[in-house]
């Protein structure tokens, strides 16, 4: 069974701090990572995607990707109440198979 | 407008009747998903589909069937043998080789009343 491993939370961080969000895969063949943002009672939508080992920015959102240690992980800097939310972490297995493995998620509250 | 349409946004179903979720695209995506997702719950995999007239069960196929007649179309039927079908169930698709990313439709509620 491939896996995909989130703190369910919540993580609590202060409005203008950094929130720092986990996950680890237990399939070593996994080639793409995904995060996602969910809102209650909405549908995911796509926060970032990373492919290679390091660091990706994208505004105030960093992906950050360790392939030897099986661990993704999702910085949020000056974070906002807006951001409170559940992000999944997301897992496309190898090559050919079209398959993505999805985390529980962790739920996010940024307090005012 | 591009993207993933699904419907009905809610379903009630009474108990031993089929329900079909309609999940349509325009995105021009080879792969469509289906996935299921309980309250508190991460998104558990029902189905999916690389090309038309293919598709493969995911972890949780019982009690569901799907069809790809069509590129844009992959509807799902939640039948009677699924003991508990109250969820949140979310389309997706994905460019397939094209890329990488999966899209989701905005959901369909299925209550069992």
């Known amino acids: 069974q491939k896996e995909v491993e989130q703190n369910s939370g919540p993580l609590s961080v202060p409005e203008g701090a950094i929130a720092s969000l986990n996950c680890t895969y237990s399939?070593?063949?996994?080639?793409?990572f995904f995060w996602y943002r969910q809102y209650s009672g909405k549908s995911p939508e796509l926060i970032m995607f990373?492919?290679?080992?390091g660091d990706k920015e994208d505004g105030r959102f960093t992906a950050q990707l360790n392939k030897a240690s099986q661990y993704v992980s999702l910085l949020i800097r000056d974070s906002q109440p807006s951001d409170s939310a559940t992000y999944l972490c997301?897992?496309?297995?190898?090559?050919?198979?079209?398959?993505?493995?999805f985390g529980t998620g962790t739920r996010l509250k940024v307090l005012a | 407008d591009g993207g993933i349409t699904q419907s009905p946004k809610y379903l009630f179903r009474k108990e031993g009747q089929n329900v079909t979720l309609s999940c349509e695209q325009n995105?021009?995506?080879?792969?469509m998903y289906w996935y299921r997702q309980d309250p508190g719950q991460g998104l558990r995999l029902i189905y999916y589909?690389?090309?038309?007239?293919?598709?493969q069960k995911g972890d949780i196929a019982e009690g569901y069937s799907v069809s790809r007649e069509k590129k844009e179309s992959f509807p799902l039927t939640v039948t009677s043998a699924q003991k508990n079908p109250t969820a949140f169930y979310l389309c997706?698709?994905?460019?397939?080789?094209?890329?990488?990313?999966?899209?989701f439709g905005e959901g369909s509620w299925l209550t069992v009343v």
């Open positions: 995105l021009n995506h080879d792969a």
């Open positions: 997301a897992v496309k297995l190898v090559a050919g198979t079209y398959k993505y493995i």
């Open positions: 990373i492919y290679s080992n």
């Open positions: 589909s690389q090309i038309v007239n293919d598709f």
């Open positions: 997706a698709s994905s460019p397939g080789q094209a890329g990488n990313t999966i899209y």
């Open positions: 399939d070593r063949g996994s080639q793409s």
